[in-house]
């Protein structure tokens, strides 16, 4: 496994031991009935600051933990109104439940969902102000959310390594790994598979990586673990064809055209998701999305590392 040469700053080593997220749930509507939707909370449930992060694919609310730390964190030091972030858990991953028609597992879905559980936190405390971090699949989530007539507008919109446009080549490779849960007798041995489709993350310590993967699976009766989602998943993603991938990509190019908030790209400079001409083209029209381009990196970037967090804090206005 690479090695980082710069490690995280032992300040966020140690809120990693010692803060633990609350974890909730939200019951949404769904054709066959309802599913509870659980997120991760971190800061103070009284703030009328809100952001949302929002995991990719496969992955889960977990993800950000460091990230979630860092901001409130800044928040707080930086004198400003208190911050509290929401991570979910995407139906059919994490703690959330698994939908009964796997036809589900799709964009409308997802963002109905996320209304739900924007309405029901609303609801318990007005919410003044709407960030957006969305990885992969949780920034086109976001795309979604912020060119809609929400209650509570999308203020700020971070995408990590996401654009209107996803290579075809990126949704092949997706068909070959989606929905291959595994079966690994230690969380170890989780993590090094988990290793071998992420290594395009970017470089990461052991000790690093296995932080990221203990949240990765589940544990089964018989004591072995295996990928904590649905395998169900990879029905609608086997189901894609090439021209509807790119009747997808124009709905989405539409979607984008229709945001104003201030939005940050977050683009690994050896994606094979997102191309820098696609990038280009997003810093000239529609949000006009400012870039930020990481060296080293494929998709997606983690978030993990004080770089990655820093521009993440500098665009919400969190870094002193």
Known sequence: ?????????????????????????????????????????????????????????????????????????SAKAAGLPSLRVICP?????????????????QFPQYAADMAVLLKSLNSERVIERLDWVGTSMGGVIGMLMAASELSVPVRHLVLNDIGPPVSWKSILNMKTYVGEVGKFQTVQDAANAIWEISKSFGPHTASEWLALSQNMVRRLEDGTYCLHYDPQLRVPIRAVTEEQAKAGEATLWQVYDLIQCPTLLIR??????????????????????????????????TLTHQDQIDIVRQFLGLLA
Not at 98 to 104: A, E, I, N, T
Not at 268 to 280: D, N, R, V
Request: with cysteine.
């Open 89 to 105: 858990d995407v139906v059919g991953r994490g703690k959330s439940d698994w939908l009964q028609d796997p036809l589900g597992y």
């Open 1 to 73: 496994m690479p090695q980082r040469t710069d490690d995280l700053t032992l300040n966020l080593e140690l809120n990693q031991l010692m803060f633990e997220p609350i974890l909730d749930f939200v019951a949404c509507p769904d054709p066959q009935g309802t599913h509870r939707m659980a997120y991760w909370s971190w800061g103070e449930k009284s703030a009328s600051h809100v952001m949302f992060c929002v995991h990719g694919l496969t992955r889960q609310g977990r993800d950000f933990d460091l990230l979630a730390q860092a901001l409130t964190a």
């Open 268 to 301: 690994g400079a050896e994606s094979e998701l997102l191309s820098a001409a696609s990038a280009l083209e997003m810093t000239q029209r529609g949000a006009h999305a400012q870039v930020a381009t990481l060296p080293g990196v494929g998709h997606a970037p």
